[in-house]
């Protein structure tokens, strides 16, 4: 009887680890879980879906960091990068080969002075208008891109890219994007977890909780070994 309640508990217990392993991987960066959202809702438009565009987000992740600090008290972004800042400082910031650089067909901005979770951000900070909806639901739109920038006391900032070029075949990252070195912030396409922020914080607390598991995990196995 005591070693089917161990067995049970082992059971039980390895899938918590699993779970939290799966949960620190696939929320690690909140940008890729608001391109998930993004499509969910074209599909609910029957719209066409749009690729990830990993240099898209790049430079979206450029945009607010040169945004960053431009967050009004009721929410609203100052900022509005040059034209040229797109071609001379963010693609070659992100190593975007010039010559697939495509026509950026839509953007959206939004800050907030704390951290929130993708679905929320979507509701409230993005689509907050219908002008916003309008062109998320643009049926020219191909490729899509988020960057996301903040810090631990706020404000956070989000971008959203589209473009209308070809498939896979416009903004491509030099190398696969191994050249990026990003230091704060995070992009859509990218496996790299946000650095710094709230969210880092959330993926810390989940590595802590897996190695506590784990310890637990071999001490009962142990007990079970013993009896």
């Given at each position: 009887m005591v070693k089917k309640v161990?067995?049970?508990?082992?059971?039980?217990?390895?899938?918590?680890?699993?779970?939290?392993?799966?949960?620190?991987?696939?929320?690690?960066?909140?940008?890729?879980?608001?391109?998930?959202i993004i499509n969910k809702n074209r599909t609910a438009q029957r719209l066409p879906l749009l690729n990830d565009s990993p240099g898209l987000g790049c430079m979206a992740l450029q945009y607010v960091e040169e945004c960053k600090g431009n967050c009004s008290?009721?929410?609203?972004v100052h900022?509005?990068?040059?034209?040229?800042?797109?071609?001379?400082?963010?693609?070659?910031?992100?190593?975007?080969?010039?010559?697939?650089?495509?026509?950026?067909?839509?953007?959206?901005?939004?800050?907030q002075s704390k951290y929130l979770e993708p679905s929320v951000v979507f509701s409230q900070v993005l689509i907050r208008d219908k002008k916003t909806l309008s062109l998320l639901s643009n049926k020219t739109h191909?490729?899509?891109?988020?960057?996301?920038?903040?810090?631990?006391?706020?404000?956070?900032?989000w971008c959203v890219l589209f473009s209308n070029g070809q498939t896979n075949s416009t903004f491509v990252l030099e190398d696969r994007g191994q050249g990026i070195k990003q230091k704060k912030g995070c992009f859509s396409g990218s496996s790299i977890p946000c650095s710094g922020g709230q969210r880092t914080n959330?993926?810390?607390?989940?590595?802590?909780?897996?190695?506590?598991?784990?310890?637990?995990?071999l001490k009962q196995l142990y007990l079970f070994m013993t009896i």
């Open positions: 161990c067995c049970s508990e082992w059971i039980i217990l390895s899938t918590l680890l699993l779970a939290a392993v799966v949960y620190s991987e696939h929320h690690g960066n909140p940008a890729n879980e608001l391109i998930d008290s009721n929410n609203i900022c509005q990068p040059q034209e040229d800042d797109f071609t001379e400082v963010f693609a070659p910031n992100c190593g975007v080969e010039l010559p697939t650089f495509g026509t950026i067909s839509g953007h959206i901005v939004g800050c191909t490729e899509v891109g988020i960057g996301l920038i903040g810090n631990h006391k706020g404000p956070f900032f959330m993926f810390l607390n989940n590595i802590v909780t897996m190695g506590f598991l784990y310890i637990y995990l």
